[in-house]
């Protein structure tokens, strides 16, 4: 079995997106993944599959059993790793809340970088990565440059944020499983 991580976009942020951490459970393990456990409240989950789960398996899952329709991103404990062992600002990212990843669906393409490039909008504390955009927030991520709607606008790539705290508790997670 393989050690999975669900990033669901914009859970229990507000608005019409509210889902319990039991019913994501429930949803999870309905669809045969095991050992599955949820992490805070914001659409996070890890869990064991025989083979690579579908994001759209998942997502029509959830608008069935709970009604909720959102997108989702499913990484594997290697390719969450790389993320974590990519980060760029791990010399002055001295506080895991204020640092955030951004993952990526897709990676963006020469052309999309070139035309809107996000390290533009903070030169000093933007870099892009292998399915990822890491932002150091030294000022606290509600003053940063918002860089979904570049994502979603321009580039039309789903991605999904999450602080530093949350992405290395995820790897730690699914680095704790037992192997077979």
């Given at each position: 079995m393989t050690g999975?991580?669900?990033l669901l976009r914009g859970v229990n942020l507000g608005g019409g997106t509210?889902?319990?951490?039991?019913?994501?459970?429930?949803?999870?393990?309905?669809?045969?993944y095991?050992?599955?456990?949820?992490?805070?409240?914001s659409g996070n989950a890890v869990?064991?599959?025989?083979?690579?789960?579908e994001p759209a398996v998942i997502?029509?899952?959830l608008a069935a059993g709970v009604g909720l329709r959102t997108r989702c991103l499913v990484r594997t404990e290697a390719q969450l790793?790389?993320?974590?062992?990519?980060?760029p600002f791990r010399d002055v990212a001295d506080n895991g809340s204020r640092m955030q990843v951004y993952f990526l669906e897709s990676?963006?393409?020469?052309?999309?970088?070139?035309?809107?490039?996000?390290?533009?909008?903070?030169p000093d504390r933007v870099r892009?990565?292998?399915?990822?955009?890491?932002?150091?927030?030294?000022?606290?991520?509600?003053t940063a440059p918002a860089l979904l709607p570049l994502l979603d606008r321009k580039w039309k790539i789903l991605g999904t944020a999450r602080n530093w705290n949350t992405t290395t508790r995820l790897l730690g997670l699914l680095a704790q499983r037992p192997t077979a």
């Open positions: 999975y991580v669900l509210a889902l319990s951490m039991p019913d994501l459970k429930t949803v999870l393990t309905g669809l045969g095991t050992g599955v456990t949820t992490v805070l409240r869990f064991e599959a025989e083979r690579a789960p997502e029509a899952a790793r790389a993320v974590v062992d990519g980060h990676n963006p393409t020469p052309a999309q970088l070139a035309e809107h490039d996000p390290v533009a909008l903070d892009v990565g292998d399915h990822a955009i890491y932002q150091w927030c030294p000022d606290g991520i509600s």
